[in-house]
């Protein structure tokens, strides 16, 4: 006889961890005297192809127990009471359409699906598995933990997949977390028609993360590890749920793509006797299991027997424990735990019955045990029981809670290691801050990752820049803008900067806003110390000058164009070059107003003095013409009369001036950095150009009066000077107009204090300076017989 196996389809591992699991559960409670004592539970297998007539086929073979007629019960002792179903919502929706007309009991071991449990349409089907519905919040709870807050979605399609998908992105939003990517995987079929897009989904229009979720439903699992491992993409990190195994036979990569995953599994404890019962199956205790010799074929180099096809020549005491974890792993999974579940379920759901069942006839009844399967749905929906290990199996969909999660980390380097550890767990049953434990020092990470790796959009803005979005993309993606001037930004990741108070100013880094330091024109400063030293000169200069016209007091030149004026006009001149010095040091109100009052009369009474002086000039030339009216109003003193009526107008002026609107003590913080500036505001700036406006008008008088004077044939004609001295005065101030407006602050205060040395001291040495000359260096010119040889020899 000569056997031959087909590899056309080949079996999954995993699945067949759920057929031992559901074995050993039988086998466990057949002998457990307590439990269903003298009954013994069978099984059968129905393989279900994709392929909606191959299950309804299989259906009406478990219901019929042949597969000829339907409706009619032949060649069998014993029908199934209920059937265990797969994972596959779509297969377990299937078979619950056809079960439901003859309520027959269907207890599901795939993943806890709410459309299942709220549609009427399967009354008769149970969810073995708890709610799944805490994953999107542990998962999101881990990515808070690590700071990832840039991460994308792989995700198999599929009803499970959609409601995956709405619950994370609805938890992600919730706590800032953003999506880079989704992509959703189609089936095992839709995968092979559009096998060459497949390829490339995570390399192509998908934005760069260090972080991916990847939500498997078991359609899809070879397909998005093929697609994954195939650009190995050794570089992300990823999270996904229990359904994802290391399945990938025959692709070894020398950088696993897969190493540093980390797993949400349901937490369940270990079943005693689980694995030793895995380490001692093999073909001979189930000869008729014809998946398991198949298996054993295909894993230990066995040769089949010509006569009775029996597998010879294995590898000697061959065990599934030796196997790699991608070829069979001896962890129970969460779909073999609820397959051991379910199982002892039934059994004490039966066991209910039946006792019930003999209680009666104790009680008189004379019907016989019987079983039916729409008996059972009654003791089904009640039953609440603990399994072996004592965790408690509950069908109540109302009932039940959300699923415990323990989290592993799987370990692939070297490849081949594949190794499963725990490294936390997530619970949604304590206090936020208490629902994930984590062992971050045991978590291996993604090959070449050698630190807890980073996913973000774009980096944290550090103090001193704020956040700056990008356009066209999500608000976690940001530009790191530095602040502007004066404001500061203390923290990272600011969405704005903050502007510091006026009195503070930001430091260099623009991290910490920093006490500004008060200043002025102070007598400490250099440009301080040099104007009050310029102006004290001036002033014991023009002191001098007035003290060599008093000891010459009685020579030609001190007298010519009235003396008195001359000594009026050093006094005022050092009272100028002394008002200086108010502008020099810290303001008060009283400095404030004495500023501009001081200046605008002692300037007044200078300029007014001028005038006069330039007056006497024409009306002496005058005198020499016979006109006693003139030489009376001369001699009378009245051209003096001018510097009072000028300086009483200046005054009314300032009168007005400071009762309207006076100067007053101000704080400017904006112009220079780091400092604020204690100035005098001049209160009108109207008023302030009023009174300098009036000067101009006095000097321009005396400019136009002089210059129409200054060729009479005077021996000691001042008018020439007095011209040239107005021209300067005019142009200093006319300069200072147009630069006191663009300026501010200490440097403006300087460049009033410079006018007024300047055009005082323009005064001072075009008029006296001359004179001054002739006293110390001509003494000759300044007598009388000097003065007369100069006139006859000027007239020969």
Not at 32 to 59: A, Q, T
Not at 138 to 160: D, R
Not at 511 to 527: G, I, M, N, P, R
Not at 758 to 783: E, H, M, Q, T, V
């Amino acid at each position: 006889m000569v056997c031959v196996f087909s590899p056309l389809c080949r079996l999954m591992p995993n699945n067949y961890q759920n057929v031992l699991a559901f074995i050993f559960a039988i086998e466990e409670i057949n002998k457990n005297p307590c439990l269903l004592p003298n009954i013994s539970l069978g099984y059968e297998f129905h393989n279900f192809m994709h392929s909606h007539w191959r299950v309804l086929e299989s259906s009406l073979i478990l219901l019929t127990g042949q597969d000829e007629i339907p409706n009619y019960t032949c060649r069998r002792q014993s029908n199934s009471i209920a059937v265990l179903t797969g994972t596959s919502w779509a297969t377990a929706a299937q078979i619950g359409t056809l079960l439901e007309l003859y309520k027959f009991p269907q207890l599901t071991f795939g993943c806890f699906d709410p459309m299942l449990s709220e549609n009427a349409e399967f009354s008769s089907l149970y969810q073995t598995a708890p709610k799944d519905t805490s994953l999107a919040l542990g998962m999101v709870s881990l990515m808070l933990y690590f700071g990832w807050t840039w991460v994308g979605l792989v995700i198999t399609e599929g009803q499970k997949g959609h409601q995956f998908l709405s619950d994370v992105k609805t938890e992600m939003n919730r706590n800032k977390v953003r999506v880079a990517f989704v992509k959703m995987i189609s089936n095992a079929v839709l995968s092979v028609l559009a096998h060459a897009q497949q390829h490339d989904f995570l390399t192509r229009e998908t934005s760069p993360v260090n972080v991916g979720i990847i939500y498997y439903d078991t359609k899809s699992l070879n397909d998005v590890n093929y697609n994954i491992g195939q650009y190995r993409m050794t570089w992300t990190v990823w999270i996904t749920n229990s359904q994802w195994h290391a399945d990938m036979p025959g692709r070894n990569f020398i950088l696993e793509s897969f190493h540093g995953t980390l797993i949400f599994a349901k937490h369940h404890k270990e079943i005693r006797g689980f694995q030793k019962f895995i380490q001692a199956v093999n073909p001979s205790m189930y000869p008729e299991d014809n998946f398991l010799t198949l298996f054993w074929y295909d894993h230990f180099h066995c040769s089949v027997a010509d006569s009775d096809c029996k597998l010879k020549n294995c590898t000697p005491n061959a065990s599934l424990a030796w196997l790699p974890g991608n070829r069979f792993d001896m962890t129970m999974n969460d779909d073999s735990y609820n397959i051991y579940n379910a199982v002892y379920a039934m059994a004490h759901a039966l066991h209910e019955m039946l006792l019930q069942q003999v209680q009666r006839q104790s009680m008189g009844h004379r019907e016989g045990i019987q079983i039916s399967p729409w008996q059972l749905h009654h003791y089904l929906k009640n039953v609440q029981v603990n399994n072996p290990a004592g965790d408690q199996v509950n069908l109540d969909n109302k009932r039940k809670l959300d699923a415990e999660y323990d989290i592993f980390n799987f370990w692939n380097f070297p490849e081949g290691l594949r190794l499963k550890v725990k490294v936390g767990s997530f619970s949604s049953h304590v206090l936020h801050n208490q629902q994930l434990s984590l062992s971050e020092d045991m978590i291996e990470w993604a090959t070449g990752i050698t630190e807890t790796p980073r996913s973000v959009c774009s980096e944290s803005c550090n103090p001193g820049f704020r956040k700056s979005s990008q356009e066209g993309k999500m608000a976690c993606c940001f530009d790191c803008t530095p602040c502007p001037e004066n404001e500061i930004a203390n923290d990272t990741d600011m969405e704005e900067c903050v502007k510091c108070p006026d009195h503070q100013y930001a430091d260099i880094h623009h991290k910490h806003c920093v006490q500004k330091s008060v200043t002025f024109l102070a007598y400490e400063d250099s440009l301080g110390r040099a104007l009050a030293g310029t102006a004290l000169s001036l002033t014991i200069l023009t002191v001098a000058i007035l003290g060599l016209f008093v000891k010459h007091c009685s020579s030609p030149i001190v007298k010519a164009n009235n003396r008195s004026l001359s000594y009026i006009l050093l006094l005022s001149l050092s009272f100028c070059f002394l008002c200086a010095l108010l502008f020099i040091g810290r303001p008060n109100t009283a400095t404030c107003i004495l500023q501009q009052v001081t200046f605008g009369i002692v300037f007044t009474v200078a300029v007014s003095t001028i005038l006069a002086k330039t007056i006497t000039v024409v009306l002496a030339f005058k005198v020499t013409t016979p006109d006693r009216r003139i030489r009376q109003f001369l001699v009378s003193g009245t051209p003096n009369c001018i510097i009072p009526i000028c300086s009483l107008i200046q005054f009314t002026l300032c009168g007005i001036w400071m009762g309207t609107s006076p100067p007053f003590i101000d704080r400017d913080a904006h112009f220079e950095h780091g400092f604020i500036i204690i100035v005098c505001n001049k209160g009108s700036l109207t008023a302030f150009y009023c009174m300098l406006g009036y000067l101009g008008l006095l000097a321009l008088v005396s400019f136009t009066v002089a210059f129409l004077a200054r060729n009479l044939p005077d021996t000691f004609n001042e008018a020439k000077f007095i011209t040239f001295n107005m021209l300067v005065f005019c142009s200093v101030w006319v300069t200072f107009l147009p630069v006191y407006h663009s300026t501010k602050g200490r440097v403006m205060v300087a460049m009033e204090v410079f006018s007024i040395l300047a055009s005082s001291a323009g005064l001072l040495g075009c008029i006296f300076a001359p004179k001054c000359y002739i006293i110390l260096f001509k003494k000759d010119r300044c007598s009388l017989q000097g003065i007369k040889i100069k006139i006859h020899s000027g007239s020969k």
